[in-house]
C-alpha cells in the first residue's frame, strides 16, 4: 500500500471505530526532539518527529471451541515536524496486516517487519532516534508482500519465519527467519535470547545472535552480526552492546555499536548515551548523545531532548 493522505486515513479510522466490529484499538506515540545536529558541514538546531505513529488494531473469534481469530493492524507514520506540511511523505504506512491466530500460531499477510528484525525484541536503548542500530546494521526491514507466521511458544521458544514475495518475474523470493527464547520484555525471563538470518531481503544476507538480560538491577544486552552483499561485492561483521540502570524515575543508558568491513572500506562506529524521565506510565521526558563515525573524515553528532507520549 502507498502513502495515503490524512483525510482517508482519517476516514479509515471512523469505518474502523463502528460498533459493527468487535475488539477495535486505537493506540499512538507522539516522540518529537529538539536537536543540535552536526553531521559534517556545520551544527544546526532541527526538531525531529521520530516514528510518531498512529493506528487501529484488534482481533474477532470465527470459533470460541477452537480459539480460532481473526487479527489485523494497520498503522501509520506521521512526521510531527512537517512545519509547513511541505513534504509529500509526512503520512507513510508501517505494519499493516491481517491473519489468523489460533492454537497452530499465527498468520499474517501484508507488510510487516521481518522475522530478523522482530528478533531483536527490545534490545535497542535507542530505538527509533539517531542511536537506531539500523544506522549501522542492515537487516531492519519492514517488507510488503509478506507472509509471516509464528508458531506458539514451547517451553519459551518461538520459530518465526517470513517469505517476501519476489512481486516481479526478474526477482527472487526473500526470506527471514529466527528462532527465540523468553520475553523481550524480561518480565516473564531471566533473560531474552534470538538467533535470526536473512536470505536476498533487500539484496543482503545476514546472520544476527542477540541476548538481553538484568545482572545486580541492570539491564545488558549484545548483539553479533554479519552481513553480506547477495553479489558478494560487500561483506561486513559487528556487534553491539548496551546497558540500562534505573534509579527511581531515571533510567540511564548507554550503548556502543561498531561495523567492520572486509573489503577496503571505513568501518562505522556508533556511541550513544542518555537518560530518560518517566512522567508516567505513558509519558516520558529524555535526553541523548549520539555520535557517528562513517569513515576517516566525517562524524556525525547529535544533542537532544525530548518528549514521549503513548495512547
Do not use: C
Amino acid at each position: 500500500m502507498k502513502n495515503v493522505k490524512a483525510p482517508l486515513a482519517l476516514s479509515l479510522l471512523a469505518a474502523l471505530s463502528a460498533p459493527a466490529m468487535a475488539d477495535v484499538n486505537v493506540y499512538g506515540k507522539a516522540n518529537v526532539t529538539v536537536q543540535n545536529s552536526d553531521e559534517g558541514e556545520g551544527s544546526f538546531t532541527e526538531i525531529k518527529s521520530n516514528a510518531s505513529r498512529f493506528g487501529v488494531k484488534g482481533s474477532e473469534t470465527i470459533s470460541e471451541e477452537s480459539g480460532l481469530k481473526v487479527v489485523y493492524k494497520l498503522e501509520w507514520q506521521v512526521d510531527m515536524s512537517d512545519a509547513a506540511n511541505s513534504s509529500d511523505d509526512h503520512l507513510k504506512s508501517r505494519n499493516q496486516y491481517v491473519g489468523l491466530q489460533g492454537g497452530f500460531g499465527e498468520v499474517l499477510i501484508g507488510r510487516n517487519d521481518t522475522a530478523l528484525k522482530q528478533s531483536q525484541g527490545k534490545l535497542d536503548q535507542f530505538n527509533d532516534l539517531e542511536g537506531d542500530i539500523k544506522n549501522v546494521f542492515k537487516g531492519e526491514n519492514r517488507m510488503g508482500d509478506s507472509i509471516t507466521y509464528k508458531t506458539p511458544k514451547f517451553s519459551g521458544f518461538q520459530v518465526i519465519g517470513s517469505l517476501i514475495a519476489e512481486d516481479s518475474a526478474d526477482a527472487d523470493n526473500g526470506y527471514s527467519a529466527a528462532v527465540t527464547y523468553g520475553d523481550k520484555g524480561l518480565k516473564k525471563s531471566a533473560f531474552y535470547a534470538s538467533v535470526a538470518m536473512d536470505s536476498e531481503v533487500k539484496g543482503y544476507d545476514v546472520v544476527r545472535g542477540s541476548i538481553q538480560g538484568k545482572v545486580a538491577g541492570v539491564k545488558l544486552g549484545a548483539m553479533y552480526q554479519t552481513q553480506e552483499k547477495v553479489d558478494g561485492s560487500e561483506s561486513a561483521d559487528g556487534f553491539l552492546v548496551n546497558a540500562a540502570y534505573k534509579i527511581n524515575d531515571y533510567t540511564l543508558k548507554a550503548q556502543y555499536q561498531v561495523l567492520e568491513y572486509d573489503a577496503d572500506k571505513d568501518d562505522k562506529v556508533a556511541t550513544s548515551v542518555g537518560v530518560d524521565y518517566k512522567l508516567n506510565k505513558n509519558a516520558k521526558l529524555f535526553a541523548f548523545y549520539t555520535k557517528q563515525e562513517k569513515d576517516e573524515t566525517t562524524d556525525n553528532d547529535y544533542l537532544a531532548i525530548g518528549m514521549e507520549y503513548k495512547f
